[in-house]
């Protein structure tokens, strides 16, 4: 272990976590670091040995790791910096302000300073924005015996020794990959190229979105994917966590936007009262003048509202069913973009499935409601008036329309988001539901209008 350490200035709380946590995992040790402050998880950090710091520096689950790092003197958090692999050190420094982080910058070497440049430089969110620079690779001309003691001298500054890439020995360009599985297997005089797996190998554009990203490394079953130039030289590699740690703050950020409001962007617990105001009273406020329009409906058929009563039963039941339709056609299409399942010109495929699904589920419902009017009537349980038959109707066709649009604009809407280049995601539950409870109210009243006139209305 080595034993160089930050400079002691670790208080009361910093003594007390080092104590309390000897024997725990790098992930238990992060875990608590994230509940105490910023400036107590910084003077436990520069209490800790070296190599131990480093190692939970690189875990993306630490949080405010560029805050902490800008409590550290600029000689020490080049020591961090330098042990750190060059992705995270890419990321934390991305979270820095412009002068703290051109001042870390500056006290890096010079080789590290061109990966992580070369890294930064990717748009966030595709194969170059989340690759690693540090990885494996041998020449074709190798041995197996000369690839691995390779793999023994650089494993400790390596982000994965899983897969190791063979190069072209005058090109640079990719080859082949060998597993380690494949590798201490062979003969130590062998070539390389006897253990290499056949075939050409997966590999991702620097520009690839990390969705198409996760989808090949699930579809090949990899634990790290090549991205490679156009000259097919290796710039680095994605690695499946990685992925998941990328996967699991969008699904997080996607969730968010879903529930109706903006994505909080750190934990629940974390976020302060005025943030929390703030991320959630412009959403609530929009859907709110949304629900106005919901009023101006009801006004503009107050006339028939004060001859037929018995419809106002109904609107609550009526406009749940639509926002429901809706939202479930949401849920389905934004996950199926999302996975890749369906594409933009996809749309008019969704649009036949969901006309057919929408009259029958309305339809389902539709019958429900006359089931329940007719039993309602027949065992005295409410009396629905003398034309309650036609009100009966009036449910059943009202439910079959306002299910069908609900189905038709949730499953359309994210398609139009995402034409629009804005987040399906953002066509959240509560948006959908509101949109289609204006417009369900305006059906209702309409079938009412067409079924009912000359009797109730």
Partial sequence: MNINRFPLRAGHAA???????????????????????????????????????????????????????????AEDAAR???????????????????????????????????????????????????MTTEFVSVPDSWTVAQTLDHVRQVERSRETVYAIYVLDERSHALMHVVTLRRLITGEPDASILTVAQKGVPVSADPLMKQEDVARLIRKHDLLALPVTDEHGQVLGIVTVDDVID????????????????EALGQPYMKIGFAGMIRKRAG???????????????????????????????????IMSSGGNSGSQATSLIIRALALGELKLSDWWKVLFRELPTGIVLGAILGLVGFIRIVFWQSAGLYNYGPHWPMVAVTVFAALIGI??????????????????????????????????DVTGLVIYFSVALLILSGTLL
Wanted: net charge negative.
């Fill in 15 to 73: 003594r007390a976590f080092i104590n309390n946590s000897r024997g725990a995992t790098i992930a238990e040790r992060v875990d608590a670091l994230n509940a105490l402050s910023i400036q107590d998880a910084g003077r436990v950090l520069s209490a800790m040995p070296l190599d131990y710091a480093v190692n939970i520096f690189d875990r993306p689950e630490l949080r405010n790791a560029a805050q902490i790092l800008a409590l550290i003197s």
């Fill in 80 to 130: 961090l910096l330098h042990g750190m692999s060059n992705d995270r050190v890419a990321d934390v420094l991305l979270e820095l302000d412009g002068e703290t982080r051109a001042r870390l910058f500056s006290s890096l070497d010079e080789p590290v300073r061109v990966a992580i440049q070369h890294l930064m430089g990717y748009p966030p969110r595709t194969a170059g924005g989340i």
């Fill in 246 to 261: 990328t996967m699991i703050s969008d699904t997080t950020e996607a969730a968010q936007k879903f529930g109706g409001m």
């Fill in 283 to 317: 959403w609530l406020a929009a859907l709110f003048l949304g629900e106005m329009l919901t009023a101006s409906a009801m006004q503009h058929f107050e006339g028939e509202l004060e001859k037929a009563v018995v419809l106002t039963l109904f609107i609550p039941l």
């Fill in 403 to 436: 299910v069908t649009f609900g189905s038709i604009c949730g499953s359309m809407l994210p398609f139009v988001l995402q034409k629009l280049r804005l987040d399906p995601a953002s066509a959240s539950a509560p948006f959908v539901a509101t949109l289609v």
